[in-house]
């Protein structure tokens, strides 16, 4: 008797897909270009294969407010980089996402258990309306930066999009920040205006942000506007802080009417977000307003089914790529709910409480979230309802198979579970889900539409079934504008283009599978990824050389309990040992500097740390030997035998 095939974990009823948004518009599709495409596969295969009237479509099904778009979809479509897209259109980002008006909710925020806020659209565009005076008369105008150094709460939102309104840049970062890693990433973009909430709440406890202020104004020379938004205390004491003022003086001088917005071209830059820093201070990525907008709008309409009415959150800070994309399903005429905190509270019931008394629809959360509650012993399809929900959606890292059987037996058995997956890079996804097809155990659903995502093998070649680089042969609208302070292109080119000339290598590990799937293994750089949250190795060096008792030190990602854990290790002046106080001292320093993610699970004391001849750390070399992988290339290094100090440690074992 020979054993069935697996059966998927999840279909969409005959019903869901007739209602889906992705049936309407693959049904555009057929009816305007004579298409005969029938499902998701044939409509992916069209839409790379006819990248212009597949973006035409999305602008078009998407209701993109513009001035244009024109004939021209995309100028010089084999150019990778440097192909444009809609060059004769003109939009602004901020009408777009404010184009709702009335009493619903616009934003329903919860700062854990302490705060609960809702304001309406109206509410929202007055609110836009006064700070966007308010920016305007404080000196920005296009091509200015503003900078937030905010949690996920409804001005963070507002200020972002008075800021686009203006034309204005806006990047932001969470106040989990320590200084120096706000001034790594604000002071290259020189902002004009900062905007900080006054603390933020984790884990019911408030923690203050305004002692940090002086700090980095400091090192902000350019900075002619601090803007203090108060969230967890009585109005804070600014006197020892120059251009500072409070929210409510910045804008009483003016009075809430209807926005104004600049219409600027496609790729006018909208934000700058930040790399994890790996080879140095995080380099700044610039992405394009129209770019961004009608990628979020393929994404959230097509793949995650979110029409107008419906309720949209997911768990992020305002220092992730997510906070970006989830602001963004305004412009599908969804209400964001924000969270702010500590997502384990209550045992890990709290964002379930939010589902369900907000009416989610899509739940957004990360595979290092749903492993952590599943421990916890959570089983919400017993304590609550979820009845509104119809998607989950997690990123950050793979979810293994086991969080799949997870959600479906423990949490909901009728909702589509899209793992997706893209980065700060595309401030989009490569791969995401389909609301129209089964979900199988362990894999991404798709690859995105208009994204021709292929995996190499180590010659260059696209493989099916077998691990690989990840790649994008076809230019995208959501593609970097380019880096800043990169005038000629170079770093851009050299971070996504020097392995495959014309062509986007994303640094991912994969495979595609037998259902048109994605299996992601991991990142095939040595960027960590506790918990899903990508970090830099040079972050942590620059703070742990500043300590007297380090010569130097090397940290990998340890793959550990399902997920991965930071290990660092130092090799000390002559005569020191590694104790606890020391080791105290260190992980103190990573954490004020940077954030509580920093941290080293294990901190090891060596010899001796094992470089290239030209004098490199190699720390693909040292994780290899952590996970008792064999070594390729040793001749390159100039001390191959250092590398013998990191076998079989006891240390790591546990």
Same mark, same amino acid.
């Given at each position: 008797m020979t054993e069935s095939a697996p059966a998927p974990l999840w279909q969409p009823s005959p019903e869901r897909i007739a209602a889906a948004s992705i049936t309407a518009f693959l049904a555009t599709v057929n009816r305007q270009y004579g298409a005969s495409v029938s499902d998701y596969d044939s409509l992916w295969r069209w839409s790379v294969a006819a990248p212009a009237n597949f973006w035409r479509t999305v602008w078009e099904f998407g209701g993109v407010i513009a001035d244009g778009p024109g004939g021209v979809v995309v100028d010089d479509p084999d150019r990778m980089p440097g192909a444009r897209w809609f060059p004769e259109a003109r939009l602004n980002f901020a009408e777009n996402?404010?184009?709702?008006?009335?009493?619903? &909710? +616009?934003?329903?925020?919860?700062?854990?258990?302490?705060? !609960? *806020? *809702?304001?309406?659209? &109206?509410?929202?565009? /007055?609110?836009?309306?006064?700070?966007?005076?308010?920016?305007?008369?404080? $000196?920005?105008?296009?091509?200015?930066?503003?900078?937030?150094?905010?949690?996920? @709460?409804?001005?963070?939102?507002?200020? @972002?999009? /008075?800021?686009?309104?203006?034309?204005?840049?806006?990047?932001?970062?969470?106040? &989990?920040? $320590?200084?120096?890693?706000?001034? &790594?990433?604000?002071?290259?973009?020189?902002?004009?205006?900062?905007?900080?909430?006054?603390?933020?709440?984790?884990?019911?406890?408030?923690?203050?942000?305004? $002692? !940090?202020?002086?700090?980095? #104004?400091?090192?902000?020379?350019?900075?002619? *506007?601090? #803007?203090?938004?108060?969230?967890?205390?009585?109005?804070?004491?600014?006197?020892?802080?120059?251009? +500072?003022?409070?929210?409510?003086?910045?804008?009483?001088?003016?009075? /809430?009417?209807?926005?104004?917005? #600049? *219409?600027?071209?496609?790729?006018?830059?909208?934000?700058?977000?930040?790399?994890?820093?790996?080879?140095?201070?995080?380099?700044?990525?610039?992405?394009?307003?129209?770019?961004t907008l009608l990628q979020h709008l393929k994404e959230h309409r097509l793949h995650c089914d979110v029409k107008p009415g419906d309720r949209v959150f997911y768990f992020t800070t305002c220092g992730w790529m997510m906070w970006n994309w989830l602001v963004s399903a305004l412009a599908s005429e969804a209400t964001l709910l924000l969270y702010d905190g500590n997502p384990a509270l209550n045992e890990g019931r709290i964002l379930f409480d939010f589902a369900d008394a907000e009416a989610m629809t899509l739940f957004g959360t990360s595979a290092k979230w749903l492993d952590a509650i599943a421990k916890m012993g959570c089983d919400p399809m017993r304590t609550h309802r979820l009845d509104s929900v119809r998607a989950i959606t997690s990123t950050g890292s793979p979810l293994a198979p086991e969080g799949f059987d997870y959600v479906y037996a423990h949490i909901k058995r009728d909702v589509q579970l899209a793992s997706i997956s893209g980065g700060t890079d595309i401030v989009s996804c490569f791969m995401l889900g389909n609301p129209i097809g089964p979900v199988w155990r362990g894999e991404i659903q798709c690859r995105g539409l208009g994204m021709k995502v292929e995996v190499f093998d180590e010659t260059g070649q696209p493989v099916e079934g077998e691990k690989g680089e990840l790649v994008c042969t076809r230019a995208f609208p959501s593609m970097p504008v380019g880096f800043w302070n990169d005038p000629d292109g170079e770093k851009y080119r050299k971070?996504?283009?020097?392995?495959?000339?014309?062509?986007w290598c994303h640094g991912d590990w994969v495979e595609l599978t037998g259902h048109g799937g994605i299996v992601v293994f991991g990142r095939s750089d040595a960027t960590l990824n506790p918990g899903g949250v990508r970090i830099g190795t040079a972050e942590i060096y620059r703070q742990v050389e500043q300590i007297d008792e380090v010569l130097e030190s090397l940290v990998i990602g340890q793959d550990w309990a399902g997920d991965v854990r930071v290990v660092l290790f130092v090799r000390l002046r002559p005569g020191i040992t590694l104790d606890d106080p020391l080791r105290e001292r260190i992980k103190r320093r990573i954490r004020d500097n940077t954030t509580p993610r920093h941290v080293p699970a294990r901190i090891v004391q060596v010899e001796d740390i094992p470089r290239t001849k030209s004098g490199k750390i190699v720390e693909l070399a040292v994780r290899d030997v952590v996970h008792g992988r064999q070594v390729k290339n040793r001749e390159a290094l100039a001390n191959p035998e250092a590398l013998d100090l990191y076998r079989d440690l006891p240390n790591l074992m546990e």
């Open positions: 996402l404010l184009r709702r008006s009335g009493d619903g &909710d +616009a934003i329903v925020f919860w700062g854990e258990d302490k705060v !609960k *806020r *809702r304001l309406s659209h &109206d509410d929202l565009s /007055a609110l836009v309306s006064r700070l966007q005076q308010a920016l305007k008369a404080a $000196g920005v105008g296009v091509g200015d930066r503003v900078a937030g150094y905010m949690p996920n @709460m409804p001005e963070t939102v507002a200020f @972002m999009l /008075a800021a686009a309104s203006l034309g204005a840049v806006w990047s932001s970062a969470s106040p &989990d920040f $320590g200084i120096q890693g706000v001034l &790594d990433r604000f002071g290259q973009i020189e902002p004009k205006v900062l905007v900080l909430a006054d603390g933020y709440y984790y884990s019911g406890k408030p923690y203050d942000s305004v $002692g !940090k202020l002086a700090g980095i #104004v400091a090192g902000m020379p350019s900075l002619e *506007r601090v #803007v203090v938004v108060p969230y967890v205390g009585e109005r804070a004491d600014l006197a020892g802080v120059p251009k +500072a003022v409070h929210l409510a003086d910045f804008v009483a001088p003016f009075a /809430a009417g209807a926005p104004d917005f #600049v *219409r600027l071209p496609f790729a006018h830059p909208l934000y700058v977000m930040f790399s994890s820093g790996t080879t140095g201070v995080p380099k700044c990525i610039v992405h394009s307003a129209g770019g971070a996504y283009f020097d392995r495959y000339p014309g062509i």
